[in-house]
């Protein structure tokens, strides 16, 4: 059987506070939906906006960053794959499906990222233990000198 290709891509905002969780192992776990929204012409020729809701899950690292800098609203770019569980429900006994993003890559943006003044305007985090940051015309990183932040505030 040849080989797939299972990648998802998504910018939004996120709709409520990330659910923090650690399973039996001590793993860091965080759950959390994320609003994309899409414009389409209606019938009469006018634009609405479409608004689709993800699922996300991130572990480890990326959950701890989720934790800590993430809320409802803020907007992220993430890049996972997608993943569809089920379960026999124990009440019903009827089988329930789940569909998830699988978060690698986290990236936070503008508008409502972070928790506190320190909280990084711009910047991501991946599975590597690699953080990216958004170029500023003025320089290849954002400086955060004048808010008297320095690279020992920022957790990844």
Request: charged share 25%; proline share 3%.
């Amino acid at each position: 059987m040849a080989k797939g290709v299972n990648k998802v891509l998504l910018l939004g905002n996120v709709g409520k506070d990330p659910e923090i969780r650690s399973t039996a192992g001590g793993m860091t776990v965080a759950s959390f939906s994320l609003a994309t929204a899409d414009r389409q012409k209606d019938a009469q020729g006018n634009w609405t906006d479409k608004t689709e809701w993800h699922n996300l899950v991130c572990f480890q690292r990326t959950a701890e960053v989720v934790r800590d800098y993430v809320k409802k609203g803020t907007q992220i770019f993430v890049e996972g794959k997608i993943q569809t569980r089920s379960w026999d429900d124990k009440t019903s006994g009827e089988k329930k499906y789940k569909t998830e993003i699988l978060v690698n890559e986290l990236t936070l943006l503008g508008g409502g990222a972070g928790r506190g003044e320190g909280a990084p305007a711009a910047g991501g985090y991946s599975k590597s233990n690699t953080a990216s940051y958004a170029s500023t015309p003025a320089a290849s990183s954002p400086s955060y000198e004048d808010q008297g932040i320095t690279d020992d505030d920022i957790p990844f």
